[in-house]
T-cell receptor, first 113, second 114 residues
């Protein structure tokens, strides 16, 4: 069964303390992995799309990487404003050319000043 | 405004009432998605449209839920005979293309069923 698992469920960091969030997947026919950020009471905000193993994308203090089994969202020197829930979603192909998105449950990140 | 908008932002209703939500996608986007999200969970897919055609509907979706996108622009999501379990954030997203490309979300409509 296709599955997307994010870890840890929650992470608390001190400002400036770098860390990584993980999104592991067991799917067949991967056609893209997406990272989103979600603030409380708001809709998810698109961050990155990764399509192939070895690909990397960067935006400010965030860097996303992809392997054949997982993706990491690295946060370098985080600031309190980076506090949010980070969601991962995987697009898969099935039954010919049908596609679906599978969402993880997210990692809740809190950065203390 | 170039983003996805949703109305209303909040809705409180009594059990058994019908509610309707509206989503206005980014104008050049041909795909429109509806999701439901509860606290601590990721978005749960409900349905999506490509232009005016509803291409997929979640098997978990009760027949009390119906969505339309009559002219391929804005969409409405109606819930009939609401139940307390329908309380959630209802999210709309839009994207461009023939696949599930990066989606841009609206602010959501928070529904509370009393």
């Amino acid at each position: 069964e296709d599955q997307v698992t994010q870890s840890p469920e929650a992470l608390r960091l001190q400002e400036g303390e770098s860390s990584s969030l993980n999104c592991s997947y067991t799917v067949s026919g991967l056609r893209g992995l997406f990272w989103y950020r979600q603030d409380p009471g708001k809709g998810p905000e698109f961050l990155f799309t990764l399509y192939s193993a070895g690909e990397e994308k960067e935006k400010e203090r965030l860097k996303a990487t992809l392997t054949k089994k997982e993706s990491f969202l690295h946060i370098t020197a985080p600031k309190p404003e980076d506090s949010a829930t980070y969601l991962c979603a995987v697009q898969v192909i099935f039954a010919g050319n049908n596609r679906k998105l599978i969402w993880g449950l997210g990692t809740s990140l809190a950065v203390n000043p | 405004d170039t983003g996805v908008s949703q109305n209303p932002r909040h809705k409180i209703t009594k059990r058994g009432q019908n509610v309707t939500f509206r989503c206005d996608p980014i104008s050049e986007h041909n795909r429109l998605y509806w999701y439901r999200q509860t606290l601590g969970q990721g978005p749960e897919f409900l349905t999506y449209f490509q232009n005016e055609a509803q291409l997929e509907k979640s098997r978990l979706l009760s027949d009390r839920f119906s969505a339309e996108r009559p002219k391929g622009s804005f969409s409405t999501l109606e819930i009939q005979r609401t139940e307390q379990g329908d309380s959630a954030m209802y999210l709309c997203a839009s994207s461009w293309g023939q696949a599930h490309n990066e989606q841009f979300f609206g602010p959501g409509t928070r529904l509370t069923v009393l």
